[in-house]
Every structure is written in structure tokens, then in C-alpha cells.
T-cell receptor
Framework: QQQVKQSPQSLIVQKGGISIINCAYE??????FPWYQQFPGKGPALLIA?????SEKKEGRFTISFNKSAKQFSLHIMDSQPGDSATYFC?????????FGKGTRLHILP | GAVVSQHPSWVICKSGTSVKIECRSL??????MFWYRQFPKQSLMLMAT?????????EQGVEKDKFLINHASLTLSTLTVTSAHPEDSSFYIC????????????FGPGTRLTVL
């Protein structure tokens, strides 16, 4: 049973546009929701994270929106740049156990 | 934060041989490390949790006799793939929880294993 559902699987956005990736979770025990960015051949790197007591968190061009009642959260990348082209994973964590979404391959057109 | 290194970054071996992958915490002592496997264009799958000074905890479906984990010190965990076969070819990534009490996981750069 997939505990974290991520969509879309792939996304193409024009440079300067907004990239939006969505995730949904099932287990209400999750208390930490990080997003990871992964470039080919590299390990994932923490991008931004949120806890369920906050509805939105913004760091630079990256924003997480969190809807606790709907058990959904999303990543918004404003003014998307070619350097943002990567695979993005949402995750849900309870304690030290983390469950990843299946990933979104983002390609920003120059 | 935390800085995590892995060695080697890539390895090619013949079928039937064993391969050891090292995961090091460079800037603090980690009592717990995690090992993940990632197949091409797929997500990370947790294989096992490595605990310093005790036996690793393996996820369901992961063969503990095939994937030997040793966490002998607070800065080093090793994963040995025994009698490797082509289906073991994958990207192996370790991680640990950093300082700060937020349960953030910091990942190593990964090791690409190719079994011929």
C-alpha cells in the first residue's frame, strides 16, 4: 500500500513559470514533510520541509502548501530555472522512518 | 546539518563476488544510519536501519544474509552485497539523521553498483 502518492510523474515548465508538484498521504501519524531534490547520479538533498501545524512555508523561490484536513501538500517553484531541472521527491516522516513519494521528473525549458 | 560521504562512488563487479560500500558521517557521531536502494527512475526504498553496536533492522523482503550491514563505529556503517548478481545492480544510498532535533535525514552521494 503506497502511503505517499505524488503527482505528476513528469513535468515540463517554461523558464520563468511556476512548477507545482502535489502529494497526498494517508497516515495521520506523519509529523514531518520534507521535499528532496535529486540530480542524476547524486543522492537526494533536502530542499524544504514543513510540519503539520503550519499551512505554508516559503524559502526563496520554493513554497510548501500544506492542507492537514485533506492530507495533502504541494511544492511550488516560482520563476522556475533550467537549473531546477531534477527529480523531486516528497516524503512523509514519523520519528526516524521516512516514506518517499515516487518522484517527479521536472524539466525546465530554457 | 550533516555531511555524509560514501565510498566508492561507483563499482563494477563480476557476478558471484562481494562488494563493500562504506558510509561515513564526517561531522558528527551517528548512532543510526539508513541504507536505501534506488533503481533507475524509481524512488528510494529503505533496505535497513543500521544501529551502532547492534544488529541492523531489515525491511520486509530484504535478505539479511545477502546484504550484510555493520555499524562498528559512530561514524561508519558498511553495506556488503554478498554473492552479487546482475539484479543487485542499483544505486545504493545511505543517510543519517542530523542534529537539531528535527529528524532531518541527510543523504550520502550514493554508490552505483553494476554487476556483470
Amino acid at each position: 500500500q503506497q502511503q505517499v502518492k505524488q503527482s505528476p510523474q513528469s513535468l515540463i515548465v517554461q523558464k520563468g513559470g511556476i512548477s507545482i508538484i502535489n502529494c497526498a498521504y494517508e497516515n495521520t501519524a506523519f509529523d514531518y514533510f520534507p521535499w528532496y531534490q535529486q540530480f542524476p547520479g547524486k543522492g537526494p538533498a533536502l530542499l524544504i520541509a514543513i510540519r503539520p501545524d503550519v499551512s505554508e512555508k516559503k524559502e526563496g523561490r520554493f513554497t510548501i502548501s500544506f492542507n492537514k484536513s485533506a492530507k495533502q501538500f504541494s511544492l511550488h517553484i516560482m520563476d522556475s530555472q533550467p537549473g531546477d531541472s531534477a527529480t523531486y521527491f516528497c516524503a512523509a516522516q514519523a520519528g526516524d522512518k521516512i516514506i518517499f513519494g515516487k518522484g517527479t521528473r521536472l524539466h525546465i525549458l530554457p | 546539518g550533516a555531511v555524509v560521504s560514501q565510498h566508492p562512488s561507483w563499482v563494477i563487479c563480476k557476478s558471484g563476488t562481494s562488494v563493500k560500500i562504506e558510509c561515513r558521517s564526517l561531522d558528527f557521531q551517528a548512532t543510526t544510519m539508513f541504507w536505501y536502494r534506488q533503481f533507475p527512475k524509481q524512488s528510494l526504498m529503505l533496505m535497513a536501519t543500521s544501529n551502532e553496536g547492534s544488529k541492523a533492522t531489515y525491511e520486509q523482503g530484504v535478505e539479511k544474509d545477502k546484504f550484510l550491514i555493520n555499524h562498528a563505529s559512530l561514524t561508519l556503517s558498511t553495506l556488503t552485497v554478498t554473492s552479487a548478481h546482475p539484479e543487485d545492480s542499483s544505486f545504493y544510498i545511505c543517510s543519517l539523521i542530523g542534529t537539531g532535533g528535527r529528524n532531518e535525514q541527510f543523504f550520502g552521494p550514493g554508490t552505483r553498483l553494476t554487476v556483470l
